[in-house]
């Protein structure tokens, strides 16, 4: 291996299998780490894909009728030229930092943020990050800086919103801001996989930038309020000429039977991603209300997970709270070393995470 030439920039990656020979704990009962819906996809989407066809044979090898789906559940005028679809909303991201990422060029992200997916799109393709964060305690999107940090090289902005892991929205006024002082030559990325949940009158309308045709290209996923995260399926929108540029990079019969199936079912049941929605805001609702009582400091949750904060070294709570059965994630590698993130669970899931939490904490005197 050692004679290849490697890119220096690929990080090596730690596979499941190794960590499980390592000192993993087993698994957990209560799975609070990954912005999941609890409930699932909607019971459409289980018959579409039991009743998907032959296996045998490749998909379509367009999308449209996929990109159709999508557009029709998301309205505004947006036609399926506005659409690229990707294997998942990770790869979508993929597809955008390859279709606009040269050696040397830059892209700027705003920590603390989904930096680790940012960068791993990135980095291999020679690009440089560039970290102008969010200001700290509020997590306020901080456009002045982030125009001032624009180069000649800057060719994508990553926006987050709700921003992952606070959890807070980036607001109509910050993106309009942001969207008036962009050169030619720079892409806003708008991340807004959570944004069924966003209940803010700040947040922004980006879909309209799309529609007036500027640079902005907005990722959306299925794995979150559409339940989907198992089947890896995303999409991007942008103006016509962009979105079509970015499908050019996908792989022929990229999106499989099952998924193609799947996502125009779950397109067409609007009524489970209200439901989950609603859900999961009473979920937000009910553990804010325990985070008082307990005296916990969080951010106020725009999306399906909350930001928290505790006395003690976040590694530390996930070790106790990870032998009591529960995954959440630490905060550590996002320089928030007392911070956690708990994606919303089933309320059963919810009340035992708060029953130990307490018992954590008071244990911790
Ligand atoms: C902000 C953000 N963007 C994109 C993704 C990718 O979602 P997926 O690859 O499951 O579609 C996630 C997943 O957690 C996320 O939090």
Not at 74 to 98: D, K, M, N, Q
Not at 147 to 156: D, G, Q, V
Request: hydrophobic letters at 45%.
């Amino acid at each position: 291996m050692s004679e290849l030439p490697l890119n220096p920039n690929i990080q090596p990656f730690t596979r499941d299998d190794d960590a499980a020979a390592a000192d993993a704990p087993p698994a957990p009962r209560y799975e609070l780490a990954n912005n999941e819906n609890p409930l699932g996809p909607s019971p459409r989407v289980i018959e579409a894909i039991a009743a998907a066809p032959d296996l045998g044979t490749y998909p379509e090898y367009s999308d449209i009728a996929l990109r159709r789906a999508i557009v029709e559940a998301l309205g505004r005028g947006l036609s399926p030229a506005h659409i690229a679809t990707g294997c998942s909303g990770f790869e979508t991201l993929e597809l955008i930092a390859r279709a606009f990422l040269r050696p040397g060029d830059e892209m700027i992200l705003s920590s603390p943020t989904f930096s680790g997916a940012y960068k791993k799109v990135a980095l291999p393709l020679g690009a440089r990050v560039r970290d102008v964060p969010l200001e700290a305690g509020s997590f306020r999107y901080r456009a002045d800086a982030v125009l001032a940090a624009i180069s000649e090289r800057t060719k994508l902005i990553m926006l987050c919103n709700p921003n992952n892991p606070t959890g807070t929205v980036i607001s109509a006024e910050s993106m309009r801001q942001l969207l008036a002082g962009l050169p030619e030559h720079a892409l806003v990325v708008a991340d807004e996989v959570y944004h069924h949940f966003v209940d803010d009158a700040r947040y922004p309308d980006s879909l309209a930038y799309v529609l007036e045709g500027r640079n902005i290209v907005i990722v959306h996923s299925f794995s979150k309020a559409y339940g989907l995260a198992g089947l890896r399926l995303g999409y991007c929108i942008a103006k016509p000429a962009i979105a079509n540029y970015i499908a050019g990079l996908q792989r022929g019969f990229h999106q499989n039977k099952l998924a193609l199936a799947a996502g125009i079912a779950a397109c067409r049941d609007q009524a489970h991603v209200r439901r989950s929605v609603q859900f999961l805001r009473g979920e937000a609702r009910w553990v804010c209300q325990q985070f008082d009582r307990l005296d916990i400091r969080y951010w106020k949750p725009a999306a399906n997970f909350i930001l928290f904060e505790t006395r003690l070294l976040a590694d530390e709570l996930q070790r106790e709270l990870a032998q009591r059965g529960f995954h959440l994630r630490a905060q550590t590698r996002n320089k928030l070393p007392f911070c956690m993130r708990l994606s919303l669970g089933t309320r059963d899931a919810n009340q035992a995470f708060v029953a130990a939490l307490e018992a954590i904490l008071r244990g911790a005197g």
